[in-house]
């Protein structure tokens, strides 16, 4: 009875409290007032005010006037309008009013503060001590970014990889670390939901608000296969302002791409709604003289988007997105039997298949927020279907003859949630996050290898099939933590630390098929296995001026181990590795109109997982690989004059294997391929952009004529892990141009430009890069 009177006062206690971190947040409210204006004085109506790690934002008046209701603290407050560059500032409330007012520069004048969620908290960017690029809409539009392909050089480091001309095969490349296996060695992340494998990824940006692309191990936060890097891709927001957009894009090889998204309340100031359509397609680039046809590969991608937030209460907010995409590829996989041979028929390929391969992509996820004066709270909770598919056949041997083709189906799902506490937004001194993950994964999928008629010149037994099916389970939990504590008032330090375990179960059989008879060869098999992993993280960081800052880092990543899907000899391999050091000095000058950053890393993969051979004829995913890359990274953006933005991003990068043991044919043997270079790792790379805007009047719609150029240049990289085949350096050249205002735009564009020829994919089997792309672009805005 004692025992349950105990529990009962205890349980009083909680309450209590609980009751009291919830009605604190109507105690001690300061006003946080002022206005917003233009350099004329005048005042910016509809300026939006936005307190970060809250919900408190509003906008202002018709005079730009605006008041918010806070608890006294210290907080960061963002300033943006249309037209001019977005304003960060600190603001201290105590126990009396504040009055800030603020002036917005013309963003032709000036360049915008930056805001990220790379620590999953909003932050400002020069004040991040990380490597990361943020691409906003503008950005993304400027650089004609339709799909992660095009991300190439856009930050340091960065380099993708397309090996199968579809919308499901392009691998992400950070400093020297990728994967062939559907486990990323660089994470994405679309509105905070984990991409599982690189074939669920969005491919075809659409109604996308920003970008965000980390360099280096980001295990801590983001936990598995965040290995190299982490790509996040954040959809637009819903807010409480009726907007929207519709856009064509037409070009050659029939290019067409019809897009279109609204945003509008359905509630004032408690419910919003943003939804995004796109549609997208383009013509042939290949032919293909054995199927006597001009036109061998076709595109045809569908994407929608449905966004909604809800705002509870003034400390509560849920989140609900979706998004559904839909892709067709006749003639994925264009790729030519040797280095030779696509060079010189750079795009015709002789196999006798159409190669079609089918994608579907189902994301939602729900996000409830509560934003305390003790701690804020996050939950996001997704799932995720997945399933690709190819109709027919896939042509193998990429010749005229009939010797393999192939088939193949998978269909996945997986949920998560999320769980995370972090400090509240008026917190100065001591910022901290820590949470929990948990996930669970299914799997299916079916593969059939045709040796057909031809292939009778190497096996009698020819025309027969060879059929594997297999299920995936796994399910995984992780604790994660980050501090940040300000020992003084320039100088922090950051700690932090994850621990994940995953567990795998795969269970595969497999059949042979001749004459129409299937005769089984192998029952049902499982395999299990159980991973885990700590991944630290420390960063020092030293603010050198106001607008000035340098940091250091050390931090920890891992890609987790798998199976290899019918392989007896090696059922499963380990995880992999990395360790990243790294220096950076970020500078914002001349009143806003210079940012330089520099970044020095140090990155080092260990138990490397490469798709390979030890005895010449079963292949598999092995840790056969150590290897070390170090590099320097800059990233600039100027305006020298009113009207005239140049944009530069440039990276070296030098690796080394110093170990990498791999099957030679000719002398029947493993080999240590000691000291040679990581495959697509450019020495070195850079993207510069110039444009130049020009008023063609001084109304208030902001009617202008725009000019742009970029210049990219790929230094020389590796195409095999052997050394053997690799592509020499070359310079492309992209353009745009056209007239802009609020509410239009035309303009023309072109991609590759000079038409510079180049091997875009070269491991065992081989295709050039896109041709010179060209296109106009008409939008409309309200």
């Known amino acids: 009875m004692c025992t349950f009177f105990y529990l009962k006062f205890k349980m009083t206690k909680f309450k209590l409290l609980l009751f009291n971190l919830l009605i604190t947040s109507n ?56 037209g001019f560059a977005t304003q960060i500032q600190q603001v201290e409330l105590t126990n009396k009013t504040i009055t800030v007012n603020i002036t917005l520069l013309d963003n032709t004048q000036t360049l915008g503060e930056v805001v990220v969620t790379a620590d999953k908290v909003e932050a400002n960017l020069q004040k991040t001590p990380l490597a990361v690029t943020s691409l906003n809409a503008k950005q993304l539009e400027e650089y004609r970014v339709w799909t992660i392909n095009d991300l190439t050089a856009l930050a340091p480091s960065t380099f993708t990889v397309e090996h199968g001309n579809s919308t499901g095969s392009s691998f992400l490349n950070i400093r020297g670390s990728m994967g062939f296996s559907n486990d990323q060695a660089v994470a994405t992340y679309v509105d905070g939901v984990y991409q599982f494998d690189y074939f669920s990824a969005p491919l075809n940006f659409s109604n996308i608000e920003r970008v965000e692309i980390l360099r280096g191990p980001q295990g801590t936060l983001y936990g598995r296969n965040a290995f190299g890097g982490v790509l996040n891709v954040i959809t637009k927001r819903p807010n409480n302002k009726t907007s929207g957009f519709a856009e064509i894009d037409l070009g ?100 006798n298949w159409d190669n079609t391969e089918r994608r579907t992509n189902f994301n939602t996820s729900a996000a409830v927020k509560y934003f305390g004066n003790r701690f804020n709270f996050t939950s996001i909770t997704s799932f995720v279907d997945y399933h690709i598919w190819l109709p027919g056949r896939f042509d193998f041997d990429f010749s005229p003859a009939e010797l393999i083709s192939f088939t193949t189906w998978s269909k996945q799902n997986q949920w998560t949630q999320e769980l995370r506490f972090s400090s509240p937004a008026n917190t100065s001194a001591f910022k901290w996050t820590v949470g929990s993950f948990l996930f669970g994964e299914k799997s299916k999928n079916s593969s059939t290898t045709y040796f057909d008629k031809d292939y009778a010149l190497f096996d009698p037994n020819a025309p027969y099939s060879s059929i594997g099916n297999g299920k995936r389970n796994a399910f995984g939990v992780a604790i994660f933590g980050q501090a940040t504590y300000a020992i003084t008032p320039k100088f922090d330090i950051t700690v932090g630390a994850r621990y994940d375990i995953e567990h795998r179960e795969l269970t595969q059989n497999s059949a042979f098929e001749t004459g129409g008879v299937v005769m089984p060869l192998t029952a049902d098999s499982t395999a299990k296995r159980t991973f885990n992993a700590f991944t630290p993280k420390v960063i020092l960081s030293q603010k050198l001026t106001e607008n000035s800052m340098i940091y250091g880092s050390y931090a920890k990543g891992f890609r987790v181990g798998g199976f290899n899907f019918g392989n007896a000899a090696n059922p499963t391999y380990n995880p992999e ?52 890359n170090y590099g320097l990274e800059l990233e600039a953006s100027a305006l020298p004059i009113k009207n005239l933005q140049i944009d530069w991003t440039a990276s070296t990068s030098h690796s080394e294997y110093k170990k990498l043991e791999l099957f030679d044919a000719i002398s029947n043997k493993v080999i240590n391929y000691k000291g040679n270079k990581a495959i697509n790792n450019p020495a070195l790379q850079s993207m ?65 430009l000079n038409d510079v020829r180049y091997m875009a994919f070269g491991y065992g089997s081989y295709m050039m890069g896109m041709p010179r792309m060209m296109g106009i672009t008409l939008t409309g805005k309200f």
């Open 577 to 628: 590795k990395s360790d990243n050091y790294e220096v950076g000095v970020k500078n914002t000058l001349l009143n806003n109109r210079l940012k330089i950053n520099l970044t020095a890393f140090y990155f080092q993969q260990k138990d490397q997982q490469v798709s390979t051979s030890q005895d010449g004829i079963n292949y598999a995913t092995l840790n056969v690989g150590d290897m070390d």
């Open 252 to 351: 050659n090889y029939g290019q067409q791409r019809y897009s279109a998204g609204f945003n509008t309340p359905l509630i004032k100031d408690k419910l919003f709604i943003n939804a995004g359509f796109q549609s997208n397609g383009r013509g042939a680039i290949y032919d293909n003289p054995t199927l006597n046809t001009k036109n061998f590969d076709k595109h045809n991608a569908y994407i929608g988007n449905v966004n909604l937030k809800y705002i509870v209460s003034d400390k509560w907010t849920i989140d609900l997105n979706t998004r559904y995409e839909s892709d067709k590829d006749q003639g994925a996989y264009p790729w030519a039997a040797t280095d030779s041979l696509a060079r010189a028929n750079p795009y015709t390929v002789f196999g």
């Open 688 to 752: 510069l952009a110039v444009q130049y805007g020009l008023p063609l009047s001084k109304s208030a719609q902001n009617l202008k004529a725009f000019v742009r150029g970029e210049f990219r240049y790929i230094g020389e990289y590796q195409l095999d892990f052997v050394n053997a085949y690799h592509q020499d350096a070359y310079s492309m050249i992209n353009a745009r141009a056209g007239v802009s205002s609020n509410h239009f735009e035309v303009a023309a564009w072109a991609r590759n």
């Open 27 to 82: 105690l001690l409210a300061q006003t946080l007032q002022g206005t917003i204006k233009n350099q004329a004085s005048e005042g910016i109506a509809g300026a939006s005010v936005t307190v970060l790690n809250s919900s408190q934002r509003t906008v202002a008046d018709k005079e730009g006037r605006f008041s918010l209701n806070l608890k006294t603290g210290t907080y960061q407050v963002q300033f943006n309008a249309i």
